[in-house]
C-alpha cells in the first residue's frame, strides 16, 4: 500500500465533489465555502502525493474508504455552518445518509428547510445513488489497468466480472445512463404538475432508489395522482435495476433484459411483492375500485421497498 498514490486519488475526488458543491452556490455562499475547503484539501493531497497507473487491491479499499470519509464529512459542513443542524453528530448522519442513498433524516421539518439545503441533500442522495467509485473511475482517465480494483473494492454496480475488461469506458456510460434516467424523471414529474424544483429532487431521490424527498410528507402526497404514481412506480422499477444490463440493451435489445437471471429474479420478487400488497389491501380495505387497489399496493410497495 502506497500512501501518496492513496493521497493522490483522494484529492483529485475532493476536486470533483468540490464541483458538485458549487451548484448548490446559487442559493447560499456557504457551499462555495465548503467547495474551496473541499478544494484545497484536494490541492495538498495531490500535491503531496504521487501518480501511478499501478494499484494494489489494498490501495482500492484504502482510495473507498478514504472517499467515503472525506466526502461525509464535508458534505456535513454546510448543515452546521448554517446551523440547520448545530450538532455535528446530526449533520455527519444526515450527509452519510444522503451519500450512502439510505434515505433517512434527522432534518424533522424538511419543508420548512432552505431550498439550498434540499438541494444539497438531493445532490448528495444522487451521487451516491450510482457510486462515488464510480464516479471516479467516470471522471478520472489514464488510471490503468489497475482501476479494476477500486471497482471491486467497493462494487457499485452488481456483477463487477462482466465490466472489468473495460472498467472506465463502461463506469462513464453507466452514469451517462444514470443521468439520461434522472432527466427524463424529472421532465416526467414537471409535466405531471409538480413544480421543477421539486420535480428534480423527486428525480434524484427515484433514481437514487433511496429517500430523501423535498417534503416531509415524501411521494404519498400523490397518492391520488395516478401519472405522478405511475411515473413513480416505473423509474422506481428501473433504478432498481442493474444498470449494467441496461448498457447491454443498448446493443443487443430488450432481449438483454429478458436473458438475465438477476434481472428476471429482481422482477419475480417485485411482482410477489406487489400481489401480497395487494391481498393484504383487499381484505383491510372496503374499497371495491380492484384497479385502484392494484395502483396503492404498487405504490405502496415501491415507495417502502
Known amino acids: 500500500m502506497r500512501i501518496q498514490i492513496v493521497m493522490s486519488l483522494v484529492g483529485k475526488l475532493l476536486y470533483i465533489f468540490g464541483a458538485f458543491l458549487l451548484i448548490p452556490f446559487i442559493y447560499s455562499i456557504i457551499f462555495a465555502v465548503t467547495a474551496t475547503i473541499s478544494g484545497l484539501a484536494g490541492f495538498l493531497l495531490v500535491t503531496n502525493g504521487h501518480q501511478s497507473k499501478s494499484f494494489s487491491l489494498r490501495d482500492g479499499f484504502l482510495v473507498v474508504a478514504s472517499t467515503w470519509l472525506s466526502t461525509i464529512l464535508l458534505g456535513s459542513i454546510p448543515f452546521m455552518i448554517s446551523g440547520i443542524l448545530i450538532n455535528p453528530v446530526d449533520a455527519l448522519f444526515e450527509a452519510s445518509s444522503g451519500l450512502t442513498a439510505t434515505g433517512a433524516t434527522v432534518i424533522y421539518d424538511v419543508d420548512q428547510a ?26 478520472l482517465r489514464n488510471l490503468g489497468a489497475d482501476a479494476a480494483h477500486f471497482f471491486n473494492a467497493e462494487a457499485s454496480v452488481p456483477k463487477p466480472g462482466v465490466v472489468l475488461p473495460r472498467i472506465q ?63 413513480f412506480i416505473l423509474f422506481m422499477i428501473i433504478a432498481g435495476g442493474n444498470f449494467a444490463v441496461y448498457y447491454n440493451v443498448i446493443h443487443k435489445g430488450f432481449s438483454a433484459l429478458i436473458s438475465d437471471f438477476e434481472t428476471r429474479m429482481y ?10 400488497t395487494f391481498i393484504a389491501l383487499c381484505i383491510q380495505s372496503e374499497a371495491t375500485h380492484i384497479g385502484k387497489l392494484f395502483q396503492d399496493a404498487a405504490f405502496v410497495f415501491y415507495s417502502n421497498r
Do not use: E, Q
Open 267 to 276: 422482477w419475480l420478487v417485485l411482482a410477489l411483492g406487489i400481489l401480497i
Open 114 to 139: 432552505p431550498k439550498t439545503f434540499i438541494l444539497w441533500r438531493g445532490l448528495m442522495h444522487w451521487i451516491g445513488g450510482m457510486g462515488i467509485i464510480v464516479l471516479i473511475l467516470s471522471f
Open 169 to 231: 469506458s463502461m463506469a462513464s456510460k453507466l452514469w451517462s445512463l444514470y443521468v439520461v434516467f434522472t432527466i427524463i424523471c424529472f421532465i416526467m414529474l414537471w409535466l405531471g404538475g409538480i413544480d421543477p424544483f421539486n420535480a428534480l429532487n423527486y428525480a434524484f431521490s427515484i433514481i437514487a432508489t433511496g429517500g430523501l424527498t423535498p417534503t416531509t410528507a415524501g411521494t404519498f402526497i400523490y397518492s391520488d395522482n395516478i401519472y405522478i404514481c405511475v411515473v
